[in-house]
Structure formats: structure tokens, C-alpha cells
């Protein structure tokens, strides 16, 4: 199984990126997607999730109604569109899939099973 992140870049504040993370090797139709972020220094915080079969989504505090997650069932493919960026949304961005369980939650990353290897989003000011 693999997640393959792409998109990030540097962008200016007030700037629009939107990140793709193309699975291989499996479908996730049972699965929930997430995008986790780190920055220098700080541990990766959930970012935003999506049930692959039902659309359901759940974003960070931080983020909502500036990134929209999203997915193609044909593609196997997980977006980010992130709008309004500010400088505070400087990471690298993870995509990562996680198989529902009992006890387990999406905000979580020790909960996800497969991760993508990272795409660095700088913001600048």
C-alpha cells in the first residue's frame, strides 16, 4: 500500500494550493482519510478527515472554512484544497488512511495505519 502526497509549494498569504495524495495498492472504501500537518518543532496535528465511503468530513478548528478535503472514488485519490492561506499554515502536510476500529479516532495520528511520505506548504508573509 502506498500514499503518495504532491502539490505543496510556496504560495503567499491570502494564496491557494491544493494538495493530492494518490493511493496505490489497495481501495479505501472502508477506510477514513486524514491530512496531518507538522511544522518545525511542534507535533503533527490533525489537519482534516473524510470517510472514503460516505463523504462524511471533520476539519481542525484551524482550518475550517479555508481547506476543504475531498475525494475521487475513480482516481483513488485524496485532496486538500486549502484557500486564505496564512503563514501559520507552514508545514509539511501528511496524507494517511486509517481503518475504523473500535476506540480509534480520526484526530489521532497514532491511529492511522499507512502514511504518505510528506509535502512541504510554505506560506509567506
Known amino acids: 500500500v502506498q500514499l503518495q502526497a504532491s502539490g505543496g509549494g510556496l504560495v503567499q498569504a491570502g494564496g491557494s494550493l491544493r494538495l493530492s495524495c494518490a493511493a496505490s495498492?489497495?481501495?479505501?472504501?472502508?477506510?477514513?482519510m486524514g491530512w496531518f500537518r507538522q511544522a518545525p518543532g511542534k507535533e503533527r496535528e490533525f489537519v482534516a478527515a473524510i470517510w472514503w465511503a460516505s463523504g462524511v468530513t471533520n476539519y481542525a478548528d484551524s482550518v475550517k472554512g479555508r481547506f476543504t478535503i475531498s475525494r475521487d472514488n475513480a482516481k483513488n485519490t485524496l485532496y486538500l484544497q486549502m484557500n486564505s492561506l496564512k503563514p501559520e499554515d507552514t508545514a509539511v502536510y501528511y496524507c494517511a488512511a486509517e481503518r475504523p476500529r473500535i476506540g480509534s479516532s480520526v484526530y489521532s495520528a497514532d491511529d492511522y495505519d499507512y502514511w504518505g511520505q510528506g509535502t512541504q506548504v510554505t506560506v509567506s508573509s
Open positions: 495498492g489497495r481501495t479505501f472504501s472502508g477506510y477514513s
